[in-house]
C-alpha cells in the first residue's frame, strides 16, 4: 500500500507540508536564516486560511519558546522553528519545556553558531542542547524532515516531552529535491487529535505547572524525565512501525547500511549519513565498510548501537561539530555507548559553517582504514 | 546517468529560476533531481552560481558541481571570471549568452546564442533566463521535454505575462 505522493520539496517545504497537514493550534516563531522558509511558509498557509493556527510572530527566539510552553501548557499543540542563535537564545527555555513535560514541536534547520558570524550548515547549535531532555530526531532529506514531524509530534505527545526534529540548513533545507508525502487524510489519521491528560486551563482537575521543588523532591522528578525520555526508545519502534505502515519504508532509530559483516562502521547523522550511505551502496568498498545512520539521536539509543555495532573492529564518527575543549558529540556518545570495548573509534570533523563535504573525502577514510591509520581529523 | 548543470548569473538574472524551471521539467518526466543554490552575502548583482542535478535514481551527493557536464552563463561578462570554467572538461558543454564569434572562443563545445536580444524581442530584457532554458531543453530533450517545460512556464508566471515567457522559451530552444 503504497500511497505516498512525489512531490519536488526543499527540506524546509517539506516541514511546513508536515505542519499543514498537522494543523496545530499555535506555532510561535521569530525568523532566523536559515529557518525562514519554513516560518514564512507556514504564515502564508495562515493567511490563505488553508490552516486554522494562531500565529504569533513574536519579538524573539526565547519568547517565541515562551509562548509555546504557555501554549502547551495549557492543552494546545504547539510548534516553533529556530536555528543557530535562535536556538542559542531559547536556551534558558528549552530545559523548563521538558522539565515541566510539554509536548511541543520545533523544526531546527541546523546552522554554525558565531563568532565568526556564518549562515551556513554544521551541528553546533542543536549539539549544545543535546542533553536538556528534549527528543532530537536527525533527518537525512526532505522526506525524513516530512516523516520526522509526522513522528516527532507522536513521540512528543506520547512521551509527554519536547521534540527537535532537526535538518541540515541549506544542503536540506534549500535543495530542491523529489520528495514523498502521505496524502493529507492519512497524515492526519496517524497523527489524530491531541488530549493532554492534564492540562492548565482544566478546571475540574487543577494542577500546578512549573512549581518549585526543593532538595527533598527534585533529584526524583529530574529521575522522572529522565526514565520518560528513555521510554522513547520504545515508542519509537512501535510508532515508527506504525507510520513505516503508511510510507512503506524503513523508519528506525538506528539504521544500518551495507554488509552486515563489514568490520568497518561508519557511523554519522542527518545529510551526511546520505552521502556515507551512497558511498558504501556505490563504490567498490569490498564489502569492508558499511554505514550506521542515527535517526534518532536523544534519546541517545545505546542498547541498539552495541547490538549494531558489537562486532565491528573499527568504527568511525563522523561529526559537523566540535566541542571546544574535549571529544566531539557523537564520538563522545559511541565511546560511552560501547564502553568497556575493544573496538577502536576513530573520529573524523566535517562540514563546519557549511565547508563542502564531499565524496572524495570518504575516499579518503578507506584508503585511511586501509593504511590502519588516520592520517587527519578535520575535513577541511 | 546523471546531467549536472551549474549555473552561473548574477543575483537577480533569475539564475535559480532557471534551474527551479528545469527541475519542474525534469521532475514531472519522472526523473530524480536536487536543485540548489550557492548561498552567500545577498547583493544584486553579484556573481552566483545555482546548481542541478538530474538522474534515474535518488541523489544523494551534496557536494557542489565540481565537474559539470552542462555551464549556463546568464550574464556575458562573467566569462571573464574563472569561476565559469572551474571543472569543465572536453565534452562540457558551454551554453552562453554570447555571439556565437564570442562562443567559439572559449572552446569548440561553447555554444553561444544573443539571449539578451531574444528576451528583448519577447518577453522582454529580464526573460535571458527563460531563453536560456529553452537553449538548455534543447540539449537534452528526451530529458527536459518541450512540452513539460512549457507547462512549467504556464504555471510559474502564471500572473506575469506567461505567454510572453513561452515566445522568449522559443526563441532560446530553436536559437540554432
Request: proline share 4%; net charge negative.
Given at each position: 500500500?503504497?500511497?505516498?505522493?512525489?512531490?519536488?520539496?526543499?527540506?524546509?517545504?517539506?516541514?511546513?507540508?508536515?505542519?499543514?497537514?498537522?494543523?496545530?493550534?499555535?506555532?510561535?516563531?521569530?525568523?532566523?536564516?536559515?529557518?525562514?522558509?519554513?516560518?514564512?511558509?507556514?504564515?502564508?498557509?495562515?493567511?490563505?486560511?488553508?490552516?486554522?493556527?494562531?500565529?504569533?510572530?513574536?519579538?524573539?527566539?526565547?519568547?517565541?519558546?515562551?509562548?509555546?510552553?504557555?501554549?502547551?501548557?495549557?492543552?494546545?499543540?504547539?510548534?516553533?522553528?529556530?536555528?543557530?542563535?535562535?536556538?542559542?537564545?531559547?536556551?534558558?527555555?528549552?530545559?523548563?519545556?521538558?522539565?515541566?513535560?510539554?509536548?511541543?514541536?520545533?523544526?531546527?534547520?541546523?546552522?554554525?553558531?558565531?563568532?565568526?558570524?556564518?549562515?551556513?550548515?554544521?551541528?553546533?547549535?542543536?549539539?549544545?542542547?543535546?542533553?536538556?531532555?528534549?527528543?532530537?530526531?536527525?533527518?537525512?532529506?526532505?522526506?525524513?524532515?516530512?516523516?520526522?514531524?509526522?513522528?516527532?509530534?507522536?513521540?512528543?505527545?506520547?512521551?509527554?516531552?519536547?521534540?527537535?526534529?532537526?535538518?541540515?540548513?541549506?544542503?536540506?533545507?534549500?535543495?530542491?529535491?523529489?520528495?514523498?508525502?502521505?496524502?493529507?487524510?492519512?497524515?492526519?489519521?496517524?497523527?489524530?487529535?491531541?488530549?493532554?491528560?492534564?492540562?492548565?486551563?482544566?478546571?475540574?482537575?487543577?494542577?500546578s505547572f512549573g512549581a518549585g521543588e526543593l532538595p527533598g523532591t527534585f533529584f526524583e522528578t529530574a529521575l522522572e524525565r529522565e526514565r520518560a525520555l528513555n521510554d522513547v526508545n520504545k515508542y519509537f519502534n512501535e510508532i515508527g512501525k506504525e507510520l513505516a505502515h503508511y510510507t512503506q519504508a524503513n523508519i528506525e532509530a538506528v539504521e544500518w547500511t551495507g554488509d552486515p559483516n563489514a568490520p568497518t562502521v561508519i557511523v554519522s547523522l542527518g545529510a551526511v549519513a546520505g552521502l556515507v550511505k551512497e558511498f558504501i551502496e556505490n563504490n567498490q568498498t569490498d564489502n569492508q565498510i558499511a554505514a550506521v545512520k542515527i535517526r534518532q539521536y536523544r534519546p541517545f539509543p545505546d542498547r541498539q548501537l552495541r547490538q549494531s555495532l558489537g562486532k565491528a573492529k573499527t568504527v568511525v564518527t563522523i561529526d559537523r561539530c566540535i566541542s571546544y575543549g574535549a571529544r566531539p558529540p557523537l564520538l563522545s556518545d559511541i565511546c560511552s555507548a560501547l564502553n568497556p570495548t575493544p573496538i577502536e573509534i576513530w573520529s573524523y570533523v566535517a562540514g563546519l559553517g557549511g565547508r563542502e563535504m564531499k565524496m572524495e573525502h570518504l575516499e579518503h577514510i578507506a584508503r585511511d582504514l586501509k593504511m590502519g591509520a588516520q592520517s587527519f581529523n578535520y575535513f577541511q | 546517468m546523471m546531467w549536472q548543470i551549474r549555473v552561473h548569473g548574477r543575483a537577480g538574472q533569475g539564475a535559480k529560476t532557471l534551474a527551479h524551471l528545469a527541475a519542474q521539467t525534469a521532475f514531472r518526466a519522472g526523473w530524480q533531481v536536487q536543485a540548489f543554490p550557492e548561498y552567500g552575502p545577498e547583493r544584486s548583482g553579484a556573481p552566483l552560481k545555482t546548481y542541478l542535478r538530474i538522474s534515474d535514481r535518488p541523489i544523494r551527493i551534496i557536494e557542489a558541481i565540481n565537474r559539470p557536464d552542462t555551464v549556463v552563463v546568464l550574464d556575458r561578462t562573467l566569462l571573464r571570471s574563472e569561476a565559469v570554467y572551474q571543472g569543465i572538461g572536453a565534452k562540457t558543454v558551454l551554453l552562453c549568452d554570447c555571439e556565437k564569434t564570442l562562443a567559439t572562443k572559449q572552446g569548440e563545445s561553447a555554444q553561444g546564442l544573443n539571449a539578451v536580444l531574444l528576451a528583448k524581442n519577447t518577453a522582454g530584457e529580464r526573460a535571458v533566463s527563460t531563453v536560456l532554458f529553452g537553449a538548455l531543453c534543447r540539449l537534452r530533450i528526451e530529458i527536459l521535454r518541450k512540452d513539460e517545460a512549457a507547462h512549467v512556464i504556464m504555471a510559474h508566471f502564471s500572473n506575469k505575462n506567461p505567454e510572453a515567457q513561452i515566445e522568449a522559451f522559443w526563441a532560446g530552444y530553436n536559437a540554432r
Open positions: 500500500m503504497n500511497k505516498r505522493n512525489i512531490k519536488l520539496l526543499t527540506g524546509a517545504e517539506a516541514a511546513v507540508e508536515a505542519l499543514r497537514q498537522i494543523n496545530p493550534e499555535v506555532m510561535a516563531a521569530y525568523p532566523i536564516t536559515p529557518q525562514t522558509p519554513i516560518i514564512e511558509g507556514y504564515a502564508k498557509l495562515v493567511a490563505a486560511r488553508k490552516v486554522s493556527t494562531e500565529y504569533l510572530r513574536v519579538e524573539s527566539e526565547h519568547s517565541a519558546l515562551a509562548a509555546c510552553i504557555g501554549a502547551a501548557a495549557s492543552g494546545a499543540r504547539s510548534v516553533t522553528a529556530t536555528a543557530s542563535q535562535g536556538l542559542a537564545y531559547m536556551n534558558e527555555l528549552l530545559g523548563v519545556a521538558s522539565g515541566m513535560r510539554l509536548a511541543i514541536m520545533m523544526n531546527v534547520v541546523t546552522r554554525a553558531l558565531s563568532a565568526p558570524i556564518n549562515i551556513h550548515g554544521d551541528h553546533s547549535d542543536i549539539m549544545a542542547t543535546r542533553d536538556l531532555g528534549w527528543i532530537q530526531l536527525f533527518s537525512e532529506n526532505a522526506t525524513e524532515v516530512y516523516e520526522n514531524n509526522l513522528l516527532g509530534l507522536r513521540l512528543a505527545e506520547r512521551a509527554r516531552l519536547p521534540v527537535m526534529v532537526a535538518q541540515d540548513g541549506f544542503i536540506t533545507s534549500h535543495a530542491l529535491v523529489n520528495s514523498k508525502i502521505l496524502p493529507d487524510e492519512i497524515a492526519r489519521e496517524f497523527v489524530g487529535d491531541y488530549h493532554p491528560d492534564s492540562t492548565l486551563l482544566d478546571w475540574q482537575k487543577p494542577h | -
